[in-house]
């Protein structure tokens, strides 16, 4: 009777040890699985970096073409209708282009369960934070201001219409230059409200997005640094 119980604890004992085994085997696994996305997510974040650094480019240069044409409206007077044209363009073209994220890695971190497994609370309130709260703002400002750039151009056809073409060097890259094929304007342009209206809501309204995108810099630069203390 001793020795079957024995025999039973040993056997026992020995199942016990292959779940342990096992199941330090697979936390292993997934461990290295959520390392290795972090890896990827940190070469996605530097890439999308350098796209926020182009759209903030992108962005400053419309600021600039808009404040020019604010400074001519209300005290010169005198720019040249091509130079007027060049500036509206620099507006319309520029003041919508966006910065979208590569969520991909991130979403595999957050099926596969990784997620749960970063060590640092920290990164994973960020990345929560980055991902799906700053992100869905960000968003919302592209839609709110697609919409503004193109019901302004409408509600301006009677003071300013500017016709482009895509420069052909250039036509493959993401963000392409135009360049102005032909322009119309009013001869009351100088006078009209809904012109000095849509350049100081414009003003405001890059202002703000260059003020989220430089927040999506500081936090993204924050999370590399983390993801290096996590893998470290």
Not at 163 to 169: E, T
Request: glycine share 4%; proline share 0%; charged share 25%.
């Amino acid at each position: 009777m001793k020795r079957y119980i024995i025999e039973g604890g040993l056997i026992f004992c020995s199942v016990l040890a292959s779940f342990f085994i096992e199941s330090s085997r697979l936390k292993q696994s997934n461990i290295e699985i959520k390392n290795g996305l972090l890896v990827e997510l940190s070469q996605i974040i530097n890439e999308d970096l350098k796209q926020i650094n182009k759209v903030i480019s992108i962005q400053t240069r419309s600021l600039d073409a808009t404040n020019r044409l604010v400074n001519d409206y209300l005290n010169n007077q005198n720019m040249t209708e091509e130079a007027i044209a060049n500036n509206y363009l620099e507006i319309i073209t520029n003041t919508p282009t966006s910065f979208y994220s590569q969520k991909g890695v991130y979403t595999q971190l957050l099926e596969s369960g990784s997620l749960e497994l970063i060590r640092y609370k920290t990164l994973r309130l960020k990345l929560l934070y980055v991902y799906e709260h700053l992100d869905e703002r960000k968003l919302g400002i592209d839609r709110f201001v697609d919409d503004f750039i193109w019901n302004s151009n409408q509600k301006l056809v009677e003071d300013i219409v500017v016709l482009s073409s895509v420069d052909q060097v250039n036509k493959s890259l993401m963000y392409s230059e135009r360049k102005i094929s032909s322009y119309m304007i009013n001869d009351n342009y100088y006078k009209s409200k809904s012109i000095i209206g849509f350049y100081a809501a414009n003003i405001n309204y890059i202002i703000f997005y260059i003020d989220v995108l430089k927040e999506y810099q500081e936090e993204l630069n924050d999370i590399l640094e983390l993801i290096d203390q996590e893998l470290n």
